[in-house]
């Protein structure tokens, strides 16, 4: 939200893209940033998330958006396009709705998200059961944010990587909360065999001993990459053409520019 406000402008058709309980359109009521939004449509795959409130709500698949080409001036997403199989295709199509000079906002979760979590499952498993499987999904990794948004045709691309600890009394209370927000793991290709109740216990187990903290609660990390990126439009900033510049870099910094394959004396 702190984004959206400090931008300058009006934006007459916001979309929320995978808006979930509605958390964005309760934030927004209460920002500077409400009177920049003349109209909100909240998306959801799910009917039963968007169900109960007020306002214009589309239930709507993130990776085949039903938007036309350059009709919205603004698409934000909090923490669902983590969920997308092809991540790249849903940032193309996000581009494509978004009229020249038209903003997206995203937020997802990150490669390092419950690295304690990864970590004692595997452990355990490959202990107990001689190899291990994917049981918790794969993030897309922080540094990629802006190259994502390059990849999907977005300029002025940025991207900001936070990390958010939450502490726990036991990590079982961890997987009551990943289970009640939906964030289990639907991979495909993830083992279709339970995980074993002894595997289970060994991994708690060894989440508490590795990273149990002195009042004897455990952390579990949250990534949150947050990505910006623009429509292209001709009235927006362009890097100079090579061999433009007006001053050497040597001049600037007041040292002696050496050329390539030559040793500094």
């Known amino acids: 939200m702190v984004r959206l406000e400090a931008i300058m402008r009006r934006f007459p058709l916001a979309v929320d893209l995978g808006a979930r309980d509605g958390a964005f359109a309760r934030a927004l009521a209460t920002s500077d940033a409400a009177a920049k939004v003349d109209l909100l449509v909240e998306t959801d795959l799910s009917r039963a998330m968007l169900a109960g409130r007020y306002g214009l709500r589309l239930v709507v698949d993130e990776e085949r958006l039903p938007f036309a080409e350059a009709s919205l001036d603004l698409v934000v997403s909090t923490l669902a396009l983590h969920w997308t199989n092809d991540l790249v295709g849903t940032l193309i199509q996000i581009r494509r709705a978004l009229k020249p000079d038209g903003l997206f906002i995203g937020a997802l979760l990150g490669g390092a998200s419950l690295t304690e979590l990864r970590q ?45 600890t939450v502490r726990y009394a036991h990590p079982i209370a961890l997987l009551r909360d990943l289970r009640a927000m939906g964030e289990t793991n639907v991979l495909l290709d993830r083992p279709r065999r339970p995980l074993p109740r002894a595997v289970l216990l060994r991994a708690m187990a060894l989440y508490v001993e590795r990273f149990a903290q002195a009042d004897g609660k455990v952390p579990a990390t949250f990534e949150i990459i947050t990505i910006t990126g623009w429509a292209p439009h001709e009235s927006q900033q362009k890097p100079l053409k090579p061999g433009s510049a007006k001053m050497r870099l040597a001049d600037a910094l007041g040292t002696v520019e050496v050329p390539t394959g030559d040793k500094a004396g």
């Open 120 to 164: 004692c499952l595997l452990a355990a498993e490959s202990e107990l059961s001689g190899g291990a499987g994917l049981r918790v999904s794969p993030f897309a990794d922080g540094f990629d944010g802006a190259a994502l948004l390059q990849r999907a045709g977005f300029a002025l691309p940025v991207a900001d990587v936070d990390r958010v």
